[in-house]
C-alpha cells in the first residue's frame, strides 16, 4: 500500500519537474567532457528517466549527481527529495532516509518537507520484522509515523500514518507478551508480569490486552497474590466479557475456589481508570 501510495503522489509531480532537454550548444569536446561536468537539465532527465523506467537505483544515483555538480541550482534541491524516494523504491532504506534527513535538514521550509518526513516513516515501517527478533526499528518506525501525525496532521500523509501506527504499536505489544510468555514458562512469574503489565499501560489499545489481562491472573495466582488475580481477572471479564481469555481466567479461579472481583487500589483498576 505503502508504495502504491508513493507512486500516485509522485505521478502527480513528474510532470512538474520534468525539464525540457536543450539539444544545441554541446560541442564534441563537451561530449568528450560529459561525464566531468554535464548540463542540470540533462543529468535531471536522464535520472528522471530511470525512475520512469523503474531502474530505481539508478534514479537515484543520478538524482545525486545533479545535486553534486550543480549544488545550488534550483533543480539541486527537487533532486534530492527525488533520490529518497528512488532509494526508497530500490529498498535501500538506510539510504532513503539519509537522503530524507539531509532534505528536511537543508530546506526545513520547503513544500516537500510533510513528504519527506513520511518516506523516512515510511522506510522504518516497512523494515519491522517478526517479534522474534529485536524492535528497534519498529520502536523507529513509530516514532518517526508519530512526527508526521503530530507536525502535519491535516496532510494526506498523516492520515495514512496513523493506521501504520496502531499496527506498529501492536507489534510491539506482541513482543513484550512474547517475552512475558517465556518468564512465565520459566516460572519467572515477577519479570512475566512486569511484562504483561507493559502491554497493559502503554499498548491498552492493542489486540493483545485481553491475553495479558488473563496472563496476570495466571502468574498472579502461581505467586499466590489473589486479590490481584481476582481483580485481572474482574477487569478482563468486565472490558472482553465475551473473551476466551475471561472463560480461561474464570475457570481457573473457580478451580481455586475463588471469583472475579474488583479491588480498587490496584495498580490496573487505577490504570483503566486513567485510560477510560
Known amino acids: 500500500m505503502a508504495i502504491l501510495h508513493l507512486k500516485k503522489h509522485f505521478s502527480l509531480t513528474l510532470g512538474v519537474l520534468l ?16 561525464y566531468q561536468e554535464r548540463p542540470v537539465q540533462e543529468l535531471y532527465n536522464t535520472a528522471l528517466a530511470d525512475l520512469n523506467a523503474e531502474n530505481y537505483l ?112 501492536d507489534h510491539l505489544a506482541g513482543k513484550e507478551m512474547e517475552i512475558g510468555r517465556y518468564y512465565q514458562r520459566s516460572d519467572q512469574f515477577v519479570a512475566a508480569i512486569n511484562r504483561f503489565r507493559q502491554v497493559i499501560e502503554q499498548y491498552q489499545t492493542t489486540s493483545h490486552v485481553p491475553e495479558a489481562l488473563h496472563r496476570l491472573t495466571e502468574s498472579y495466582l502461581a505467586l499466590g497474590i489473589e486479590d490481584e488475580a481476582k481483580n485481572a481477572a474482574a477487569v478482563l471479564g468486565y472490558n472482553f466479557p465475551g473473551s476466551e481469555w475471561y472463560q480461561d481466567s474464570y475457570a481457573l479461579l473457580d478451580e481455586n475456589y475463588l471469583r472475579p472481583e474488583v479491588k480498587e487500589d490496584s495498580w490496573i483498576t487505577k490504570t483503566w481508570k486513567k485510560i477510560f
Not at 19 to 34: K, P, R
Not at 136 to 157: H, M
Open 19 to 34: 525539464v525540457t532537454v536543450l539539444a544545441s550548444g554541446c560541442s564534441s569536446d563537451d561530449a568528450a567532457d560529459s
Open 58 to 169: 539508478e534514479a537515484a544515483r543520478g538524482f545525486d549527481e545533479v545535486e553534486r555538480q550543480h549544488p545550488y541550482s534550483v533543480w539541486s534541491t527537487k533532486a534530492q527529495v527525488m533520490s529518497a524516494f528512488a532509494y526508497y523504491q530500490s529498498n535501500k532504506y538506510d539510504q532513503a532516509i539519509l537522503a530524507a534527513d539531509r532534505f528536511i535538514e537543508l530546506h526545513p521550509g520547503n513544500k516537500d518537507v510533510p513528504y519527506a518526513y513520511y518516506l523516512k516513516a515510511i522506510s522504518y515501517y516497512e523494515q519491522i520484522t517478526g517479534v522474534g527478533r529485536d524492535q528497534k526499528v519498529t520502536r523507529q518506525a513509530l516514532d518517526a509515523l508519530e512526527i508526521v501525525v503530530r507536525r502535519f496532521p491535516n496532510s494526506e500523509y498523516a492520515r495514512d500514518a496513523k493506521l501504520k501506527i496502531d499496527l506498529t504499536r
